[in-house]
């Protein structure tokens, strides 16, 4: 079921987030153009959507014809002014701010006033692209997770001249999507980074004070509060200069201790050990199969 006043959606960026947001948009029935900077990333962008589409067919969960309708109603396109009647246009482009309020400002020209504009942004301040606006009460974060497809919460961001009738349509969007929304407001991050990073930094203090191995640590925390991998596997899935990164904001916004990146997390940044995608972080990934602690 799609939202009333909600046909057409824009997508922004057809990277890793895009992509997907896209993907699940299509195939939720509306009408999706998928707008990115050169046609070779719209090519692979909308090659992974019709592949985890297909795999979506073999486990039988969509039906061939579906996967064919999505993909019929997914357009793609470096033009701007393609995207002027959408509904809705959801941003995730680069983490860069610059970059952002200079698209948001171009697009405010284009895309019809009556349109909501969504930044999928993890770490950047929402208030400060609606200002590159004239839409302030029609301008909020729609924060989707990884992998798109699969993962179900988005959390749905209010700024403080956000209305209460987006707000709501944002949320019953985000529904028919088939996703689970949580509203939030507009601080670093909102609900779940706000609770997940200094639990991580923790556990690298608590690793730094000689309180448990990196093992041992992990093997706690799945075992004794049955969550599906301790905070070191996690950290290497994230990357750690992502939550490096994603800490220093969080610090620089609020100012408290518990989202100061403890030392050990800055030396592995410097160092190129970012976690899995390196092959090092707070594990050796050299076989996949069977990653070893290193501390
Ligand atoms: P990505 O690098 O995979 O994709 C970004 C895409 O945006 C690229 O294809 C790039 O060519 C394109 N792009 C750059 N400038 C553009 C412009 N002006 N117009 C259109 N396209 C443009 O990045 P990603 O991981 O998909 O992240 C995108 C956004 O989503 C970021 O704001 C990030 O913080 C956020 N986010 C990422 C994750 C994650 O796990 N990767 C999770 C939640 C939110």
Do not use: W
Not at 97 to 115: G, H, M, N, S, Y
Not at 156 to 185: C, E, H, N, W, Y
């Amino acid at each position: 079921m799609t939202v009333e006043g909600i046909q057409k959606v824009g997508v922004l960026g057809c990277g890793l987030m895009g992509s997907g947001i896209a993907q699940v948009s299509a195939a939720a029935g509306y009408t999706t153009t998928v707008r990115d900077v050169a046609d070779e990333y719209l090519k692979k962008g909308i090659a992974g959507i019709e592949k985890s589409l297909t795999r979506f067919v073999e486990k039988g969960t969509l039906t061939a014809q579906q996967r064919t309708e999505a993909m019929g109603r997914l357009k793609s396109t470096t033009k701007f002014e393609d995207l002027a009647d959408c509904d809705i246009v959801i941003e995730a482009i680069t983490e860069n701010l610059v970059t952002k309020r200079e698209t948001f400002a171009a697009l405010d020209k284009i895309i019809k006033p009556a349109a909501i504009f969504a930044s999928n942004t993890s770490s950047l301040v929402i208030t400060e692209m609606m200002t590159a606006t004239r839409r302030v009460d029609r301008f909020i974060g729609m924060h989707f997770f990884n992998p798109v497809a699969l993962m179900k919460l988005v959390e749905v961001v209010s700024t403080i001249t956000t209305s209460q009738d987006v707000m709501d349509r944002a949320m019953s969007f985000a529904a028919s999507l088939g996703k689970v929304p949580i509203r939030t407001s507009d601080r670093s991050g909102f609900i779940v980074n706000r609770l997940l990073v200094p639990y991580l930094l923790d556990a690298i203090r608590a690793l730094e004070e000689g309180v448990g191995s990196v093992e041992d640590i992990d093997k706690g925390m799945k075992l004794g509060c049955g969550y599906p991998m301790g905070p070191f596997t996690l950290l290497d899935f994230v990357g750690l200069e992502t939550t490096y990164y994603i800490a220093n904001i969080m610090f620089e916004e609020f100012r408290e201790k518990r989202f100061a990146p403890p030392p050990l997390l800055k030396r592995l940044v410097l160092a190129g050990h970012h976690g899995k995608k390196t092959g090092r972080g707070f594990y050796d990934h050299s076989d996949p199969t069977n990653p070893k602690p290193l501390f």
